[in-house]
């Protein structure tokens, strides 16, 4: 097997036929052996019968059924555990990724890479909102870690079964799939695309498995917040301290000294909010490190046309 290609699908009933064709139209001419593993996240429209009816007609049509939403990294991580190919495509439905740029991708691969990237020139039809806290994010994350995650990339991509195999190796179950491709390393390279609009459909990203991901990929490659944390705290106590010499001099040598309401107010509040702050990003961490500590598994899989696949996947 030369390439697996791994769909993730939630809720794309509108462009999953559309999105076939135009994949078998770019890779059959390829002339490579492939297989295309679609994985239904959980769908509740009518992904799961187009995907099955897909998998009847075309022996190279594998899919997965999750048992419900898992999410997109998830689905992604289940589609690489059951994949054969050499080479590894991961590609969205909604065709936002363009398939036209696999041949390309699988070219730049073939010259001695291991991952090829596509990244984002422009992005098209996403809303301001989307695009300026999507910026930002990448941005902060590329200052506060080790590791150098491309910028406006995401999950579009092509890797080799070694990363994949290094992939498998890495048993966080709060996955930032991008994050753990940069950090395993080897030769990686990019290919520059402009990404079109949603073609059906509406996004299966809410704002709330954004700020998941944010986080996920933030706790899992920086410990930057939790110093921050600290530093807040020496900061915090620092003020606290001149503000304990100015009322310390006012009472004892000037004896001009008034009941302290509002001083009394601001320093409680601002302690309050600083210790807050540094408990809730204590507890961001603390959240993963249990996750990771009950060993669930990842996912659970209702039915699949793959042989002999792991009834659950391991993190
Ligand atoms: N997706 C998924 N599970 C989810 C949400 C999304 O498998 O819980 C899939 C979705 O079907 C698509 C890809 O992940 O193939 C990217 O999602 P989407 O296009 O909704 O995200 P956006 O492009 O808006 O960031
Ligand atoms: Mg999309």
């Not at 007609?57 to 992604?76: C, E, K, L, M, T």
């Not at 969205?92 to 001695?112: F, N, S, T, V, W």
């Not at 809730?280 to 042989?307: F, H, K, M």
């Amino acid at each position: 097997m030369d390439l697996s290609v791994i769909i993730p699908i939630y809720n794309e009933e509108a462009n999953i036929s559309t999105l076939y064709q135009r994949l078998r139209g770019v890779i059959d001419p390829m002339g490579i052996q492939c297989e295309f593993i679609f994985i239904n996240d959980g769908s509740r429209d009518s992904s799961l019968p187009l995907i099955l009816d897909l998998a009847a007609r075309h022996p190279d049509v594998r899919y997965i059924n999750f048992s419900r939403n898992f999410g997109h990294q998830i689905a992604v991580t289940a589609g690489l555990d059951l994949s054969q190919g050499q080479a590894v495509a991961i590609i969205d439905a909604d065709l936002q990724d363009p398939p036209e740029l696999i041949p390309e991708l699988y070219r730049k691969m073939r010259e001695g890479y291991e991952v090829v990237y596509a990244k984002r020139r422009r992005r098209e039809g996403e809303s301001a909102m989307k695009l300026f806290t999507a910026k930002m994010f990448y941005r902060i994350l590329a200052k506060i870690t080790n590791v150098s995650i491309p910028v406006d990339t995401g999950d579009f991509r092509i890797i080799s079964r070694k990363v994949v195999q290094a992939l498998k190796q890495m048993p966080e179950q709060n996955k930032f799939l991008r994050g753990q491709i940069s950090w395993i390393g080897y030769r990686q390279t990019y290919v520059e695309y402009d990404r079109a609009q949603r073609a059906g459909g509406e996004t299966g990203y809410t704002y709330r498995k954004m700020i998941k991901l944010a986080l996920d990929g933030i706790t899992a490659f920086s410990d930057v917040p939790l110093k921050a944390a600290t530093l807040m705290g020496f900061g915090a106590t620092g003020i606290a301290f001149l503000v304990l010499l100015y009322t310390l001099f006012e009472r004892f040598v000037t004896r001009n000294y008034q009941p302290g309401w509002a001083s009394l107010m601001v320093s409680i509040l601002f302690l309050g909010g600083v210790q807050l702050i540094a408990v809730g990003i204590i507890g961001e961490y603390l959240a993963r490190l249990s996750a990771n500590v009950r060993q669930r598994p990842l996912y659970i899989i209702s039915d699949t046309n793959i042989s002999e696949p792991a009834p659950v996947g391991r993190g």
